[in-house]
């Protein structure tokens, strides 16, 4: 059973940056792929970006493209979303999630079987 547990989010200006990070438990970390979703209040959960389990192949939502890097670090089972140039849009409750998939992407949400409980973060001056 994969627990998750992000961490990073804030208050940040716009224009600002933030790290968010998915810290991993009770499972071989490099067999999932790593999804970063947001929720805002009244909308639906969006994908923004995965990364897959095996050779760093990225997936981003236009809407972060060029502003977001998603990475990992496996040894460290700890996931990764560098958030750069952020917009008030971009305001919404963060979350981390995994699925058990050696190869490839998955961007549709109900591919993760695991969850972390969410991270808040507002872009907001």
């Known amino acids: 059973q994969l627990k998750l547990v992000e961490s990073g989010g804030g208050l940040v200006q716009p224009g600002g940056s933030l790290r968010l990070s998915c810290a991993a438990s009770?499972?071989?970390?490099?067999?999932?792929?790593i999804g970063w979703f947001r929720q805002a209040p009244g909308k639906e959960r969006d994908i923004i970006s995965c990364?897959?389990?095996?050779?760093?192949?990225?997936y981003y939502a236009d809407s972060v493209q060029g502003r977001f890097t998603i990475s990992r670090d496996n040894a460290k089972n700890t996931a990764y979303l560098q958030m750069d140039n952020l917009k008030p849009e971009d305001s919404a409750v963060y979350y981390c999630?995994?699925?058990?998939?050696?190869?490839?992407?998955?961007?549709?949400?109900?591919?993760?079987?695991?969850w972390g409980q969410g991270t808040q973060v507002t872009v907001s001056s």
């Open positions: 990364i897959s389990a095996s050779d760093g192949t990225t």
């Open positions: 999630a995994a699925d058990r998939k050696p190869w490839g992407l998955a961007v549709r949400d109900y591919e993760y079987d695991y």
């Open positions: 009770g499972a071989p970390f490099d067999y999932y792929v």
